[in-house]
T-cell receptor
Framework: EAQVTQNPRYLITVTGKKLTVTCSQN?????MSWYRQDPGLGLRQIYY???????DKGDVPEGYKVSRKEKRNFPLILESPSPNQTSLYFC???????????FGSGTRLTVV | QKEVEQNSGPLSVPEGAIASLNCTYS??????FFWYRQYSGKSPELIMF????GDKEDGRFTAQLNKASQYVSLLIRDSQPSDSATYLC????????????FGSGTKLNVKP
């Protein structure tokens, strides 16, 4: 089944403890992207990648890092999480970027 | 700041009626536009995308784009209770198909 897989689905962590949210797609898509979704603010793009080793900032990149060492994987790294990064995170991938994205199931992160 | 605006709703329509969802965007140079559906607690699913002025139809869904008015709409014909969800509008940046701005969504309720 074609899908974007994120792990974990739920995560509670403490301020300052580094964490990684993994994202993997099995559709051989070139383009991948990370979003956060907050009530009243909608989806906001954090980072995106157009291919292996090619990444760029979205609208809200502060406090996040990404890497794209393999085509299928696009992990999101929070080096020092803070409570304002408590949110619902989605990874997404696309064959072209311009034809829309397939989203993963989401990761609900709580930073206390 | 680039913005995509949507009425948060809820928009209530009876089963079998036409639901009309609207979206305006601030970046006059945006080239591509997307409609996603998001059920409560689930991830967004792509319904359709549109690049050119005019209408684009896909089954019961019609997307309409008016670049002069910076306006995008989604019509759902023969609305069903299963269409009850939040509908997200997104626009790409002028020269970058991979950088997107989402509206905060319109909640649609289709009453049996």
């Amino acid at each position: 089944e074609a899908q974007v897989t994120q792990n974990p689905r739920y995560l509670i962590t403490v301020t300052g403890k580094k964490l990684t949210v993994t994202c993997s797609q099995n559709m051989n898509h070139e383009y991948m992207s990370w979003y956060r979704q907050d009530p009243g603010l909608g989806l906001r793009q954090i980072y995106y990648s157009m291919n292996v080793e090619v990444t760029d900032k979205g609208d809200v990149p502060e406090g996040y890092k990404v890497s794209r060492k393999e085509k299928r994987n696009f992990p999101l790294i929070l080096e020092s999480p803070s409570p304002n990064q408590t949110s619902l995170y989605f990874c997404a991938s696309s064959v072209t970027g311009g034809n829309g994205y397939t989203f993963g199931s989401g990761t609900r992160l709580t930073v206390v | 700041q680039k913005e995509v605006e949507q009425n948060s709703g809820p928009l209530s329509v009876p089963e079998g009626a036409i639901a009309s969802l609207n979206c305006t965007y601030s970046d006059r140079g945006s080239q591509s536009f997307f409609w996603y559906r998001q059920y409560s607690g689930k991830s967004p699913e792509l319904i359709m995308f549109i690049y050119s002025n005019g209408d684009k139809e896909d089954g019961r869904f019609t997307a309409q784009l008016n670049k002069a008015s910076q306006y995008v709409s989604l019509l759902i014909r023969d609305s069903q209770p299963s269409d009850s969800a939040t509908y997200l509008c997104a626009a790409s940046e002028r020269d970058n198909f991979n950088k997107f701005y989402f509206g905060s969504g319109t909640k649609l309720n289709v009453k049996p």
